[in-house]
């Protein structure tokens, strides 16, 4: 039969993780860490855990599932997250709404990264670098990058009681 336990120790570097497992009688018990396939996690020494003694030898049992509350997000009812116990978390909420929460966030893609989305929006700096481009107009919320650019393109200095042509650069 399964049995509860707290988790001592894990070994998460191994390709099938072992652990230290403390039964509620008190009992060391070694396990190893059955996860679904694509889906990883290192749960943390006293996280709670499920083990299952395969042909009912406590000898040879594994952990099929883990929790640890003292770290995990309040959920509404059908909603989904990831969490770390630093406080990053991935949070899919009603309303169909993703939340992912971290000091910084990397993708890293070969190719591109493509929104498809009719609208981007930031609250502080957009820094573009070498050869990222938009598509559409850049607005920084007073107007568009375009307009900046009608302007800059029109704009003529006064010299001696007439102005100078406009900029011939267009770029």
């Given at each position: 039969?399964?049995?509860?336990?707290?988790?001592?120790?894990?070994?998460?570097?191994?390709?099938?993780?072992?652990a230290q497992?403390?039964?509620?009688?008190?009992?060391?018990?070694?396990?190893?860490?059955?996860?679904?396939?694509?889906?990883?996690?290192a749960?943390?020494?006293?996280?709670?855990?499920?083990?299952?003694?395969?042909?009912?030898?406590?000898?040879?049992?594994?952990?099929?599932?883990?929790i640890?509350?003292?770290?995990?997000?309040?959920?509404?009812?059908?909603?989904?997250?990831?969490?770390?116990?630093?406080?990053?978390?991935?949070h899919?909420?009603?309303?169909?709404?993703?939340?992912?929460?971290?000091?910084?966030?990397l993708?890293?893609?070969?190719?591109?990264?493509?929104?498809?989305?009719?609208?981007?929006?930031?609250?502080?700096?957009?820094?573009?670098?070498?050869?990222?481009?938009?598509?559409?107009?850049?607005?920084?919320?007073?107007?568009?990058?375009?307009?900046?650019?009608?302007?800059?393109?029109?704009?003529?200095?006064?010299?001696?009681?007439?102005?100078?042509?406009?900029?011939?650069?267009?770029?």
């Amino acid at each position: 039969m399964a049995f509860r336990g707290k988790l001592s120790r894990l070994d998460a570097t191994a390709v099938l993780p072992t652990a230290q497992v403390e039964g509620l009688a008190g009992e060391a018990v070694a396990a190893e860490l059955m996860q679904h396939y694509g889906l990883s996690s290192a749960p943390l020494a006293g996280s709670e855990v499920i083990l299952l003694p395969v042909g009912g030898d406590s000898g040879h049992s594994v952990i099929i599932a883990s929790i640890d509350g003292r770290y995990r997000i309040q959920l509404q009812p059908g909603e989904v997250a990831i969490y770390t116990d630093e406080g990053d978390h991935v949070h899919m909420q009603r309303g169909r709404i993703i939340e992912v929460v971290t000091e910084t966030l990397l993708v890293k893609a070969g190719t591109k990264v493509r929104f498809e989305t009719p609208l981007v929006e930031m609250s502080q700096d957009l820094n573009v670098e070498n050869d990222a481009h938009a598509d559409g107009d850049v607005s920084d919320g007073i107007r568009a990058m375009a307009d900046d650019r009608q302007i800059y393109d029109g704009h003529t200095h006064p010299v001696s009681g007439s102005s100078t042509a406009p900029p011939n650069q267009k770029e």
